[in-house]
């Protein structure tokens, strides 16, 4: 990642970055948000068999570490063969993806360079180091909330970024399922796409205390089945969860500029978020600009082998994700 309210308000700014031929009908605007989440509703995918599961939980995986010229091409591909009435959603979501590339690229480095700072100075929280991850994501979710539409978790609610049409869920299920057998060797069903966001919508409708439809005793049962299949000093789930925040000046954020550490280079950096979320925003419409006009020498050329998380990518075995 980054957390899904980050991805949702940067992909709203694109979408008003946007030429006007673009994103013309609020179906469009709806598959271009979706495809903004990237494959990350797959990572929620749970409530199915183990193999479904498991293949889902790969293709999230796998997106995120290699092959990134290859999957926007095969999705690409893809639009063109998905009916005349599909293909205008098709190619909204295609655009949504490029989004979701850009951004984590360029702000993973920092998440984990804070990650790093962190057990530099307490050894101790090693063992909680993918929990540090999604605290210090969801703290940056809701100071941009906070920061851009001056509302908070209480008002917009995470599960609320996964609005999602049925129609748009099938195009973006079909595009998915293409990829994930041409790419990756996976088999993964046109439909499991809209199940692994119902699954993702539900965990965050679950475990945010500001969202209407929390109930004390779920999130409680959540944990106990966490801690039960994945035991732990420190739980996954409860470091999802948003915290309100009212304030422009959060050290997550990093507003004054203070040096950090990229881990992928162990170069000295001082961007702050905001910084980078306007890094972001130029890489993606190079990006977008390439894959619309089918470049992929350009598109490698602006890929430059950087991964989602902003390190050279890298094949993954089945042992290891």
Same mark, same amino acid.
């Given at each position: 990642?980054?957390?899904?309210?980050?991805?949702?308000?940067?992909?709203?700014?694109?979408?008003?970055?946007?030429?006007?031929?673009?994103? @013309?009908?609020?179906?469009?605007?709806?598959?271009?948000?979706?495809?903004? %989440?990237?494959?990350?509703?797959?990572?929620?995918?749970?409530?199915?068999?183990?193999?479904?599961?498991?293949?889902?939980?790969?293709?999230?995986? &796998?997106?995120?570490?290699?092959?990134?010229?290859?999957?926007?091409?095969?999705?690409?591909?893809?639009?063109?063969?998905?009916?005349?009435?599909?293909?205008?959603?098709?190619?909204?979501?295609?655009?949504?993806?490029?989004?979701?590339?850009?951004?984590?690229?360029?702000?993973?480095?920092?998440?984990?360079? %804070?990650?790093?700072?962190?057990?530099?100075?307490?050894?101790?929280?090693?063992?909680?180091?993918?929990?540090?991850?999604?605290?210090?994501?969801?703290?940056?979710?809701?100071?941009?909330?906070?920061?851009?539409?001056?509302?908070?978790?209480?008002?917009?609610?995470?599960?609320?970024?996964?609005?999602?049409?049925?129609?748009?869920?099938?195009?973006?299920?079909?595009?998915?399922?293409?990829?994930?057998?041409?790419?990756?060797?996976?088999?993964?069903?046109?439909?499991?796409?809209?199940?692994?966001?119902?699954?993702?919508?539900?965990?965050?409708?679950?475990?945010?205390?500001?969202?209407?439809?929390?109930?004390?005793?779920?999130?409680?049962?959540?944990?106990?089945?966490?801690?039960?299949?994945?035991?732990?000093?420190?739980?996954?789930?409860?470091?999802?969860?948003?915290?309100?925040?009212?304030?422009?000046?959060?050290?997550?954020?990093?507003?004054?500029?203070?040096?950090?550490?990229?881990?992928?280079?162990? @170069?000295? &950096?001082?961007?702050?978020?905001?910084?980078?979320?306007?890094?972001?925003?130029?890489?993606?419409?190079?990006?977008?600009?390439?894959?619309?006009?089918?470049?992929?020498? @350009?598109?490698?050329?602006?890929?430059?082998?950087?991964?989602?998380?902003?390190?050279?990518?890298?094949?993954?075995?089945?042992? %290891?994700?």
């Amino acid at each position: 990642m980054p957390a899904l309210l980050t991805h949702f308000i940067f992909g709203a700014r694109i979408a008003d970055e946007m030429p006007s031929d673009l994103l @013309k009908t609020s179906e469009e605007l709806n598959a271009f948000l979706l495809g903004n %989440q990237g494959a990350d509703p797959f990572l929620a995918r749970h409530l199915t068999w183990p193999n479904h599961a498991i293949a889902c939980n790969r293709l999230h995986r &796998r997106m995120h570490a290699s092959h990134i010229t290859d999957v926007f091409l095969a999705v690409r591909e893809g639009v063109a063969y998905l009916p005349e009435a599909d293909r205008a959603a098709g190619e909204a979501f295609a655009l949504g993806l490029l989004c979701h590339y850009a951004l984590d690229r360029t702000v993973h480095p920092f998440v984990y360079a %804070q990650q790093d700072a962190l057990v530099d100075v307490d050894p101790s929280l090693a063992c909680s180091y993918h929990e540090l991850h999604s605290i210090i994501e969801t703290d940056l979710d809701s100071w941009l909330l906070w920061h851009q539409m001056r509302t908070t978790v209480e008002e917009f609610y995470p599960a609320s970024a996964l609005e999602a049409d049925s129609s748009t869920c099938r195009v973006a299920g079909a595009l998915f399922s293409q990829v994930a057998l041409s790419v990756f060797g996976l088999n993964v069903g046109a439909d499991e796409y809209e199940k692994a966001i119902a699954d993702y919508a539900r965990i965050y409708h679950a475990i945010e205390k500001t969202d209407p439809t929390y109930t004390t005793k779920l999130p409680e049962v959540l944990y106990k089945t966490e801690m039960f299949v994945r035991p732990s000093s420190s739980s996954y789930v409860a470091a999802m969860c948003h915290r309100v925040i009212r304030t422009d000046d959060i050290a997550a954020a990093n507003p004054k500029r203070l040096p950090w550490k990229d881990p992928a280079t162990g @170069k000295s &950096r001082t961007e702050s978020f905001s910084d980078l979320m306007d890094e972001a925003a130029g890489l993606y419409h190079k990006l977008a600009h390439a894959f619309i006009h089918n470049d992929r020498m @350009k598109m490698e050329e602006i890929v430059t082998g950087i991964n989602y998380y902003g390190k050279p990518v890298t094949d993954l075995l089945d042992e %290891q994700d």
